[in-house]
């Protein structure tokens, strides 16, 4: 289990790869990457802001409940903080399992939970000044399946 | 003694990200009020605390929980991550 | 959408960043990579079988219904027969979407429909002899909730 | 003429991957009957239609499909892909 918060960039690909022979004997890996995308068409930056103090331990506590509600082999969680431009990855959970279906759920799992439970606040950078993304009642609600 | 710390839009509304404060506040929601009469940019910061979230030392709670023996309180919205 | 049917090995690394960069302006990538697990310890190989002739029409038939379903910038199917050896990639899906449920459900989607409606048969060597893999009710069940 | 095909254990009960079959058979279970009376092989292998597959042109079907028009018919065991 691997959880990484850092501003620097990361390659998903080189990860996706990295994890998967570790997990040597898990038939089945999920990967999701988080993108940067540029919604308005007039994006210029991204900006993460996140509580140092908070976040590892926010992240490693999700990432252990996931472990406890799955058969997991393995899993990452990636999350970048900083200025971030669009096309760049924002962040990267993988999962590793021998049923592909707790490979998915545990990663859907940890996705949702990060959307609502890891102290990390996006800023939106446009032309047209800045905003805070606002959180969304549905991402709020996704936690209520689990 | 006691840090408060604060992020995103909390922050940029109170114009500093953190600050000791000495109170007696038994409750989170206590500390809040000693908060909301330091100012006008602090009223504006927590006109809504139903648009806010709430950790003691560095764990997600409610405004109701007491503050006995916390370090650090820190004043977020709605977590953006993922 | 890409569908590839392919005796060849593949890099889920390498095949991950391309697509994402081809599906520019998408936030969330969701994928899923199938590797060959030595379930009873004594696996020499496995070989997959197809049928040429419908593989791909019926690959591409269930990305059509994927696309058709979920609002996706992107979906790539790859799968492999013939004779692979433990920890080799037997397949891999991807799905790019703007939300990240709907990349989600659709590479699920994807997976159980592979699983239990393209025409592909594993068959384990090992040690012991070989064995068709049995096709398991629950993958049937599973596609019972599209 | 009807191209007849067989995958995996079908394939290996039978002994052959493919063969050109003269039939008047009017549906997919029509043909499995005159299949089964071949001989032993295709008797083992046709045994538990339950435990079978049919595509018909390459499109998977139900062993009711009525087979006029049809060029190639394929029986195999429920698919293990992925």
């Known amino acids: 289990m691997s959880v990484r918060v850092q501003s620097e960039t990361f390659d998903p690909g080189a990860e996706l790869n990295a994890f998967t022979a570790a997990v040597d004997g898990a038939g089945a890996v999920v990967s999701f990457t988080g993108v940067v995308r540029d919604v308005s068409g007039g994006l210029t930056a991204m900006e993460i802001e996140h509580y140092p103090g908070m976040t590892q331990s926010a992240l490693a506590k999700i990432v252990d409940e996931a472990t406890a509600r799955w058969d997991l082999a393995g899993a990452l969680v990636i999350h970048r903080y900083g200025v971030l431009t669009a096309s760049e990855n924002i962040m990267m959970v993988a999962t590793a399992s021998r049923h592909r279906v707790d490979a998915f759920q545990a990663a859907e799992f940890l996705m949702d939970y990060l959307k609502s439970r890891a102290p990390f606040w996006k800023k939106e950078l446009t032309r047209q000044g800045e905003a805070w993304v606002a959180a969304r009642d549905e991402d709020e609600d996704a936690l209520k399946r689990w | ?82």
Not at chain 2, 39 to 44: L, S
């Open chain 2, 1 to 82: 003694m006691i840090d408060v710390m604060y992020f995103a839009w909390v922050r940029e509304r109170i114009g500093e990200p953190k600050e000791r404060i000495e109170t007696d506040a038994a409750t989170v929601m206590d500390l809040v009020e000693e908060l909301r009469v330091r100012g006008e940019r602090y009223a504006a910061a927590f006109a809504d605390v139903s648009a806010l979230r709430v950790a003691i030392d560095q764990e997600l709670t409610e405004f109701d929980a007491p503050l006995a023996g916390a370090r650090e309180v820190a004043f977020f919205p709605p977590m953006t991550g993922g």
